[in-house]
């Protein structure tokens, strides 16, 4: 089982670039979601879509926007990105049973800007 | 302002000993709190998860122990092994937000064997 995969695993950008993060998930999950995780903060979340159709921010939307494409995916765009835009992208996606709770998560895209 | 506030940020054993790392939150809201486990290069995992319903939860060598009076909840890792090394993760979750986990900053455990 594939479970939720990300494309591409390594990114180097330069300020002002944009580039488009894919994430698709082949557990029929409603819920899919982006976390960042940079040294010593742990994962905050970007934004999430609780179901096909719907989007809403999360901790640290700034700087980011996604799109809900279809049940599988769920993709993250940086317009412009920033050097403080550095870090681990993670995609996770989670079924909407809420005695389960767990996300399950793809092995991550490590962008850097330069 | 964090939500979830982890300790030790990084944690030494021996191989055989016992990891303990905590954790602690404010809002009386979360009702879900688990813990993942991440090893590099690969995105976290579900470990173990506790409810606050429950003051303990085993699941082989992993524990939880969870204290709601004291807003505070544990992993016990029992005979610690080399294979245990990994950053670990405790979360929690408000029942009106599914999925929207609030983490703590990460435990790197280094188990010597």
């Known amino acids: 089982n594939a479970g939720v995969t990300q494309t591409p695993k390594f990114q180097v950008l330069k300020t002002g670039q944009s580039m488009t993060l894919q994430c698709a998930q082949d557990?029929?999950?409603?819920?899919m979601y982006w976390y960042r995780q940079d040294p010593g903060m742990g994962l905050r979340l970007i934004y999430y879509s609780a179901s096909e159709g719907t989007t809403d921010k999360g901790e640290v939307p700034n700087g980011y926007n996604v799109s809900r494409l279809n049940k599988r995916e769920f993709s993250l765009r940086l317009e412009s990105a920033a050097p403080s835009q550095t870090s681990v992208y993670f995609c996770a996606s989670s079924s909407q049973d809420r005695l389960a709770g767990e996300l399950f998560f793809g092995e991550g895209s490590r962008l850097t800007v330069l | 302002q964090q939500q979830v506030k982890q300790s030790p940020q990084s944690l030494i054993v021996q191989k055989g000993g016992i990891s303990i790392i905590n954790c602690a939150y404010e809002?009386?809201?979360?009702?879900?709190f688990p813990w993942y486990q991440q090893f590099p290069g690969k995105g976290p995992a579900l470990l173990i998860a506790i409810r606050p319903d429950v003051s303990e939860k085993k699941e082989g060598r992993f524990t939880i122990s969870f204290n709601k009076s004291a807003k505070q909840f544990s992993l016990h890792i029992m005979d610690s092994q080399p294979g245990d090394s990994a950053t670990y993760f405790c979360a929690a979750d408000r029942g009106s937000t599914l999925g929207r986990l609030y983490f703590g900053r990460g435990t790197q455990l280094t188990v010597w064997p």
């Open positions: 809002n009386t809201a979360f009702d879900y």
């Open positions: 557990m029929n999950h409603n819920s």
